[in-house]
Structure formats: C-alpha cells, structure tokens
C-alpha cells in the first residue's frame, strides 16, 4: 500500500509518499505560502531532480490538488491513479487527552479536534484545514491522524499536574500535555533496534534539539515525563521561546514595559530563547560563528542552551532512577557537534562519556559514546514522517 503524509501549516504544508510494503520514499514534496502572493511547490521524485511550479494557491484545498497533481504526474509523479494511494495520514498536533494513539478520522475525531483548537489555536485548525482539503479531494480514501500529544499521554499525574488550584484542570484542561511526540517515539524506538534490547528493558531520554526542542523520560517504551508543558513554550531554551521562567516576570514585563494583551506572550514565543539572550540569531550555526568571533552574548546562549538540557537529564535521570542511552535528534541534535559535546561535558560521574572522534559525525545514525561508557550516547535522524506513515498502514492495510 502506498500512504500520503501530510503535515499541514497556516501558511505551508509538507507532504512524502511511501510505499509501505518496504518503507520506501518514493516523493517528497513542499508547498509555501499557500493564501500569500508567490504561491509554491516543490516536488521531488525520489532520485530525480527536484520540480517547482509557482501557481497561486488561494486555500490548502487549491494546494493539495497541486499536491495531487504532482504525484499522478506522467514525468514526475509516482501513481498512474490517485486511487493507487491506499490511505492518507495527516499530523495533527494536539490532541488534548482524547488519544493516546493515532485513529483513523470520522466525524466524531473530526469534532474532537475542533474541541482542541482552543489548546492549539495556532497549530491546529491548519490541520483541520488539510483534512477537510484531502477529504474533499479523495472521498473514498481513508485517512488517519496522528498526534504530537499522543506519546505523552502514557505520562503519571505527578508528571502532567500543575501545581495550580486542581479546577483549572477539571475546567479548563490545562494540565502538561507535551509535545514531538511522534519523534521521541520514533528515536526510541530506534535506539531499542540499534543497541539490540528490548524496549521493555530500557530507560531513555531522548533529546529532540530543534528550532523547537523538548527532552523524554522513556521507561519501557512508555513516556513517564517530558519538557514541553500546557503548549511547547516550556521547558528547554529553544531558537525563539523562552522555555522555563518564573511566571512571575510575566506580569512585572508587562507592568515595566507597558505590553498590550498578547505581547508577553509574542515575546516569550518569537522573541526570546537564544535569539532573545544573544540578539543574534535564533540559529545555531550563526551563534557557533559569532561565538568565534568573540561576541560574548552568542556564547552565553549556547552555555544557558546546554545548560538547561542537562539539568533536565540530570532530572529525568533521578526520576528513572538511572538512564540506560541518551539519544539526540532533530536539526541541533543531529548537526551541531560541539552543542553535543558541551551537553555531554563533565557527566563521567552519572556513567556519560561521549566519544570526541565518533562525535564528528552529522546526520547519521550512529553510537557516540565511548565503549567504556556505562550510558550509551546516540544519534538518531528523527523520521516523523515515516513514523506517521507506519501508524496510517498498521490502521488502514
Ligand atoms: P524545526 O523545529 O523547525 O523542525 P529543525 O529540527 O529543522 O527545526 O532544526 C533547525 C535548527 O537546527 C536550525 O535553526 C539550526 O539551529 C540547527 N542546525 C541545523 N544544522 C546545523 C548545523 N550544521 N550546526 C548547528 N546547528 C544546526
């Protein structure tokens, strides 16, 4: 059977086809500024040049038929017929606490996740967007979501309550929910295959260092504790996001500087994070420069970054009553080979020594510690993609 992801932005939605009788991407593709002037898609055929047609796109729905269009393509595409796609699985991020795995979609998710908008108001309903898009377009196709939240839902209350009056919980939802679930998923897992045991006998933390980024405690396969929180603002220091404050500097930012509704907010989403402490960027290989260069402010960025991802090792560590491998992911994870060694700094004690040569290594899935090393150190290409392929095939075949 061949599945159609789809991951579906406000303005932008990404999209693969596999075939899942070997796992094998057969086209991937991209399309921006879906509703802006510039509209584009860029589609790539597996082991052919990359095409890219500029079209306006008013909605998702004029984006996924240029989607469509390109994946029955005689030059390009990858079915003869649309009816050769057996299911679509679309990414959906929140799911709040109605599944803890991902379903094929009826009516009643569909009214579920309108239920969740209000959890995700900016990630969700672009979502929604594509589903209804996909449905429109492919009637008789079954289609399954998969959510970011799903994973963490196995999490204990200790680990998801807040401590705040217990009726926000029971009125509002408002309780950790947690997000990358799909990737801390898929990188576990992997970890299991790659030091060959069982993932039942195993405890992981695994470390997805994106733009965004968030940290797992997994015991036997199941998350017992994760960073991100109510939305993905807590936790780590991210590219833009504050991560963990006191809530306190909230409502004394707003009184110093004057903000309107929303603007403490904006700040601590876009505004904050390394970006925020350096005022150079929010991307790791510019700070890495201007670090070099001698700019001091770049430098204490990437030291709070790492810093913060070892306290919540140290953490997740205690909570697990120890840690059996450390896995990376994601764009900083995956790429940046000092961020990982000044991560791993100085652990020898808690049984963590990263390997300085095996290290140098980038995109790659390979083992980074050093034999002598009691904790396994990994590094994992996350594959959310595939992750939700799998789901939509186990659902759908
Ligand atoms: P997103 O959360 O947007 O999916 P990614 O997982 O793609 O983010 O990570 C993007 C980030 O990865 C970039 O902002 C950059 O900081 C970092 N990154 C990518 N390549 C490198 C590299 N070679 N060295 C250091 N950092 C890198």
Redesign the pocket.
Known sequence: MKVLVINCGSSSLKYQVLDMRNEVLEAKGLVERIGMEGSVITHEKTDMEKFQLITPMESHKDAIGHVLDAIVDPNHGVVSDMSEIGAVGHRVVHAGEKYADSVIIDDSVLTALEECVELAPLHNPPNLLGIAACQELMPNTPMVAVFDTAFHQTMPPESYIYAIPYEYYEKHKIRRYGFHGTSHKYVAERAADMLNVDIKDLKLITCHL???ASVSAIKRGICMDTSMGFTPLEGLVM?TRSGDIDPAIVTYIREKEGLEQGEANEILNKKSGVLGISGVS????DL?AAAEDGNERAMLAIKIFAHKVRSYIGAYIGEMNGVDAIIFT???GE??IA?RDIICNDMGNLGIKLDLVKNKV?GKESIISRDDSKVKILLIPTNEELMIARDTYRLCK
């Open positions: 994106g733009n965004g590219g929010s991307d790791f290989r890495e994601a764009g900083v790429n940046d961020m980038r």
